[in-house]
Structure formats: structure tokens, C-alpha cells
């Protein structure tokens, strides 16, 4: 039988790593973030205990009045004997109301205190985790774990665990009771216990597989609920908007059957776990009564007996919702772990190295690369020397690995082979935290967070920096970025765009990704085409105060337009996964045949798409703010 791909196929459909652990091996995992609060747990637990112990209690109490001033009172017509046995019983009814009230206050706030823990650590997690992990995790996957899943183990620990234990103690404690109390009708009572055992252990298997496949279900079904509103826009463009609904539909048609199946699963159990004890019971009431009638057990034991099994039964008839409880946890556990167990390959060194001559002199050394799934790799033994302080421009044709490169100077990927150096030393080698406030990155599809623009533009600035030093940074990039439309929103540059951004034009979203770069002032800045989205006269500004900014910074700028070339003082000629030629822009027309095909096809399409070569003539550049204004007045309609 063909297996599922664990990389394509939906997270509903991949085999599960963890089924075969024991659910309190799995569940044991969870210790670690229970400990701090297992003192309040365990407190909440005695006093669940308690609780149960005090019902348990009364039944004996009940014998005692029975057997004792109920049957004297009979005779002698004396109310007034039963009061002390009633007052006994009352004492116990207030205790374990009392421990029962205990319980919730006392779990109530480490249950909340586990799950944002283990919420935090899963976001930390996922935050540190490398983009290789998030290139093959759906973020609705990652949602529903933090959300959902969290939810349950929250519910669980608080209810489900303490309910498990004190049914368990509760149900040992009250057919020990029976069976020293009652001798053979205990004894019969117990013989119940065995198919009871018998179904709750099938229904654990059983229901343990549905509940992973209805906690996946959800997750993809998130999956596709976050694409449909990402990309809202596409759907209603194209008119697909049926089909989404279709497929979703589909998925979530899929959940409600599974669903069901969960349902029916519990329910089938709930009618043997509730059918099983009342027959038992009734097998009891007739064993009794002959018991009874016989002289060999007395009027008040048959009552308490009666009394303690009505106590049993409550947690026996339970137990198909705690199991289940504890099934949805363990299933939690599992899906929680595997994220959180997913060890991060891109760590750092134990000896980290700092640069001694921190210039910003970047280096490919011989470097291969390829992706986890792919079947050859994108980069194969690259040597590109970025001397401090140049501009190189990379022009490659499309899917030829010129965003796969930059990506591996800041180390968002490790190279399968060869070195990437800054300043001499192997990125694997220093501190991640040092590479990353080496190197700033642009990229073409611009992310911006939905906080302010000073925020976002101020992301990469160390948060120590003095409030004027930051002031200036900000002011400077959005100069550069040729941003300033952000200082006329309605709110200025504390304005917060909306969700990513959206509520900002394609090239001012741009635009401010590319002063976040600017605003870092790193050693070495990586411009993915940071342009792409931008007219002709803003592009030709942004370019002309850009070559003032870079002078200092070691730049890699991705062209997929001729204009940016320009930017360059080189430029390096990315083919078939190798640097192919390097040299000036004139040098490589003159020299290389490659390379005049790949400005060629980027000409063409730059005049398809209305956008100036080369050699096109510079508009002026106030009809860059010209242009900045009408961004203005767009995105003030906008917000
Ligand atoms: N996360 C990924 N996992 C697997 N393969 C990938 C991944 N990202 C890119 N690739 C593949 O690597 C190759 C190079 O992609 P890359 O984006 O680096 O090219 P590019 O030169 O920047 O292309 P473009 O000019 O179109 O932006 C492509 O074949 C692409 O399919």
C-alpha cells in the first residue's frame, strides 16, 4: 500500500510518528511545563479525592442510621436518635461541596498558566525554528496546534486528569468497600468491572485514531480557511471563489464525518459503560434481597451497598468522557511535540567566532545547495567575492537560484556544501544574532507587521539606540526608501497598516520593507529585487538616492530589471546554478554571450510591463515625489 508523502500530502494524511508510545509515555512529555504547577494540581487533586472520599462516607453513615438508630427509633418510637446520624451526614454533604469548590479554584489557574506556557514555548519554538521547517508546515497546522490543541490539554488537565485519577481511587476505594462489606454481592459487583475493562480498552484504540484524524482534519481545514482570506484577492479576481468553497466544503464535510465517527465511537460506549453497571446492579438488588431474606446480610449494608455502587457508578458512566478527554489530550501532546521536538539544525556554535575586521566583506566559497525535497540542488559550487563596500548586482534567469543565494548570507538556509563568510569567518561559525545585525534583507514580496510604520521600519534598529538616534534612522530611510508618503498618512509614521500591509500599495509596502533594510545599517544589505513593484520615476529616485546610501555597505542587489543594474558597480551572472561570469555591466555586454540574452529578455519584459532599460533616458526626479504624492492622496483615501 502506498504510503503518504510526509512533505506534500495534508497533515490529515501523513503517518503519525508517535502512535505506538503508550498515552502516559505520551503524555509524560508534558511534565516539564505541568511541574510549576503541579503543587496547586496536586492540592486540587486531594481535594477532588476528599470530595469523592465524603460521598463515599455517607453511604456508610446511612448503615450505621439504618442499623442502628433508624432500627432502634422503629421500635422505640424515638425521632430524636437519628438526629446525631443526620447531622453526620449533613457534615459531610457541606465538606465535599466545600473540597469540590476547592478543586476549581485551585486548578483554575495553573490549568491557564500550563497552556500559555506551552503556547509561549511553542511560539519561541516556532520563531527559532529555520524557514526550511515553515517551507513545509501549513500555517493553519501551526494554528490549530497553538489554538485548539492547547485548548484541549488546558480542559484536560483541569477537568479531565483530576476526574480520571479521582474516578479511578474513587471506583477502587468503593469496590473494596463492597467487597469487604457486602462479601459475595461485592464480589459480583466486581465481575462487572471486567467487560467494563474490556470495552474501555477497545474504545481506547479506536477512538485514539479518530481523534488524530479529526485534530489533523482541523488543522488543514484552518489551512485552507487562512489561504482563501490571503488570497482573497486572487480568488475574486479570477472567480474561483465556488471552487475554494467547493474544496473547503469538501474538507470540511470530511471533519464532520469524523466528527461523527467520534461521536458514535463515545456514544456506543457510553450506552455499554452506563448498561453494564445497572445490570450489574440489578443482578446485585436480587442476590441481595435473597442475601437479605436469608438473615446473611443486614437491612443497613444492603443500603449502604446500594448507596456506594449509585457513588461508582457515577465516575464507571463517566469514564467513556474522561477517556475520550484523555484521548484528545494525548492526541494534543502529539501533534504539540511534532513541532516542539523538531530539533533546529541552524543553531549556534558553541564557540562562536566574531569577525576581527568587521567591514563587511562577503564570501561564497565553492557553495552547494539544495533544497530538503528537492531532487538536485539549485547552487552547485558558487564562488562569489562581494569585496566590503561594493554593489553587485546578480541577474540570472528565472529559477535559476538568485533568491536561494541571498537567502544563505543571512543564514536562513545552511549550504549543503562550501562556505558563506563574512568578513572571513563561516556564518556557521558565529552567532546567529550576529549574522542577522550583519546582514539586512529587502525582499520583493515585502512582509510588513501590523503595527505602525515606525515599527516596522524601525524593526532591525537595536531597541537601546537613543529615541532621537532611532528618529533619525527612521527619517533618513524613508528618505532613501523615497517613502515619504508615511509621514502624510493620517496618523504619520505611528499610522498602523493594516494586517501584512495590506491597506498599503504594492511599491510603498515595498518601499518600507526596503528602509527597514536601510534603517538596520548593516555591514551587508540583500536586495531582492526591491523594486520590482515601482513606477518608472519612483524606481529612478529610489535609485538615485539608494547609490548615495550604499556606499559603505557590502550590497547584493537581485536584478530582474535592467534599471537595477545600474545600482551596481558589478555584476555577477547566475547560471545553471553557477556564477557564470563576473564584471562590469559594459564588460559582460562585450564579453559574455549569457548575459546579453538575459538583459535582453529582461528588456523585453520591462517594455511589456512599461518599465525604462538601461539606457533609457532618467525622468526627473521630482516626478518621483510627484508620484509619491499620488501614493498619498491613494493610501489617505485608503486608511
Ligand atoms: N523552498 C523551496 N523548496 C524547494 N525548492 C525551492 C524552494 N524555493 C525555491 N525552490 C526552487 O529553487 C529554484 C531556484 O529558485 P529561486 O527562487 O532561488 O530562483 P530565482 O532565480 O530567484 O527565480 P526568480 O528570478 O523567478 O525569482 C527553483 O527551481 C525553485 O523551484
Not at 97 to 105: D, K, P, S, T, W
Not at 133 to 148: E, I, K, P
Not at 370 to 387: C, F, G, I, S, T
Not at 463 to 471: E, H, N, R
Request: aromatic letters at 4%.
Amino acid at each position: 500500500m502506498p504510503t503518504a508523502d510526509p512533505v506534500t500530502a495534508p497533515a490529515s494524511a501523513r503517518p503519525i510518528a508517535d502512535a505506538d508510545q503508550s498515552t502516559v509515555a505520551a503524555l509524560r512529555r508534558l511534565l516539564p511545563f505541568v511541574r510549576p504547577a503541579l503543587p496547586r494540581l496536586v492540592a486540587g487533586m486531594f481535594s477532588a479525592l476528599g470530595a469523592s472520599l465524603a460521598a463515599l462516607a455517607i453511604p456508610r453513615v446511612l448503615q450505621r442510621m439504618v442499623d442502628g438508630p433508624l432500627a432502634a427509633g422503629a421500635r422505640e418510637h424515638d425521632a430524636g436518635a437519628l438526629w446525631g446520624a443526620i447531622a453526620v451526614v449533613l457534615a459531610l454533604g457541606l465538606a465535599e461541596a466545600g473540597l469540590v469548590l476547592a478543586r476549581r479554584n485551585l486548578v483554575m489557574l495553573p490549568g491557564t498558566r500550563v497552556e500559555a506556557d506551552l503556547r509561549m514555548a511553542l511560539f519561541r519554538h516556532l520563531q527559532d525554528l529555520p524557514v526550511a521547517f515553515h517551507d513545509r508546515w501549513a500555517g493553519g497546522q501551526l494554528l490549530s496546534r497553538s489554538m485548539s490543541d492547547l485548548g484541549l490539554l488546558r480542559r484536560w488537565l483541569v477537568f479531565g486528569l483530576l476526574q480520571l485519577v479521582v474516578s479511578c481511587v474513587t471506583v477502587l476505594v468503593g469496590v473494596g468497600l463492597l467487597a469487604a462489606t457486602t462479601g459475595w454481592l461485592g464480589v459480583v459487583y466486581l465481575v462487572g468491572a471486567v467487560p467494563v475493562t474490556v470495552i474501555a480498552f477497545r474504545f481506547s484504540r479506536r477512538y485514539r485514531a479518530i481523534a488524530r484524524r479529526s485534530q489533523d482534519q482541523a488543522g488543514d481545514l484552518a489551512t485552507t480557511v487562512e489561504e482563501s482570506v490571503h488570497g482573497i484577492r486572487v480568488l475574486k479576481a479570477f472567480g474561483r471563489g465556488r471552487d475554494a468553497l467547493a474544496s473547503f466544503t469538501g474538507q470540511a464535510e470530511r471533519l464532520r464525518s469524523t466528527e461523527l465517527a467520534k461521536a458514535r465511537a463515545q456514544a456506543q460506549v457510553n450506552v455499554a459503560l452506563t448498561l453494564i453497571p445497572e445490570l450489574t446492579l440489578a443482578v446485585c438488588l436480587v442476590l441481595g434481597a435473597l442475601l437479605a431474606h436469608d438473615g446473611a446480610l443486614s437491612v443497613g449494608a444492603l443500603t449502604a451497598f446500594f448507596a456506594t455502587a449509585a457513588v461508582i457508578n457515577g465516575p464507571v458512566v463517566d469514564l467513556g468522557m474522561t477517556l475520550s478527554m484523555t484521548f484528545n489530550a494525548r492526541t494534543a501532546v502529539d501533534r504539540l511535540f511534532d513541532v516542539l521536538s523538531t530539533a533546529n539544525p541552524l543553531t549556534d556554535p558553541t564557540d562562536p567566532i566574531e569577525p576581527a575586521d568587521p567591514r563587511g566583506h562577503v564570501r561564497l566559497r565553492d557553495v552547494t545547495f539544495q533544497y530538503d525535497d528537492a531532487v538536485r540542488p539549485v547552487l552547485e559550487h558558487v564562488d562569489l567575492d562581494l569585496p566590503a563596500g561594493t554593489t553587485t548586482a546578480l541577474v540570472g534567469l528565472t529559477g535559476s537560484g538568485k533568491s536561494t543565494l541571498a537567502m544563505l548570507i543571512p543564514r536562513l538556509y545552511d549550504v549543503t556544501g562550501g562556505a558563506v563568510e563574512i568578513d572571513g569567518v563561516d556564518v556557521r561559525r558565529m552567532r546567529r544574532a550576529d549574522v542577522r545585525r550583519a546582514v539586512a534583507v529587502a525582499f520583493e514580496d515585502p512582509t510588513l507587521f501590523s503595527t505602525s510604520v515606525r515599527e516596522n521600519v524601525l524593526l532591525g534598529v537595536d531597541d537601546a539606540l537613543p529615541d532621537d538616534v532611532k528618529q533619525e534612522r527612521l527619517a533618513q530611510a524613508l528618505d532613501v526608501a523615497q517613502a515619504h508618503f508615511a509621514t502624510r498618512l493620517p496618523h504619520g509614521v505611528d499610522t498602523r497598516v493594516g494586517e501584512e500591509g495590506l491597506s498599503l500599495s504594492g511599491g510603498q509596502r515595498q518601499r518600507l520593507a526596503l528602509a527597514r533594510a536601510i534603517a538596520a545599517r548593516p555591514r551587508v544589505l540583500v536586495l531582492d529585487d526591491p523594486l520590482s513593484a515601482l513606477d518608472v520615476a519612483t524606481e529612478e529616485a529610489v535609485t538615485a538616492r539608494l547609490r548615495q546610501a550604499l556606499t559603505g555597505a557590502t550590497t547584493l542587489v537581485i536584478a530582474h530589471r535592467p534599471s537595477t543594474v545600474a545600482l551596481a558597480d558589478r555584476v555577477a551572472v547566475l547560471r545553471d546554478g553557477r556564477v557564470s561570469a563576473v564584471g562590469t555591466h559594459a564588460e559582460l555586454l562585450a564579453t559574455d554571450p549569457h548575459y546579453r540574452y538575459v538583459i535582453s529578455a529582461l528588456e523585453d519584459d520591462a517594455a511589456q510591463h512599461g518599465v525604462g532599460a538601461l539606457d533609457d533616458p532618467a525622468p526627473p526626479t521630482d516626478m518621483g515625489a510627484e508620484s509619491g504624492l499620488h501614493d498619498d492622496e491613494a493610501t489617505g483615501a485608503r486608511l
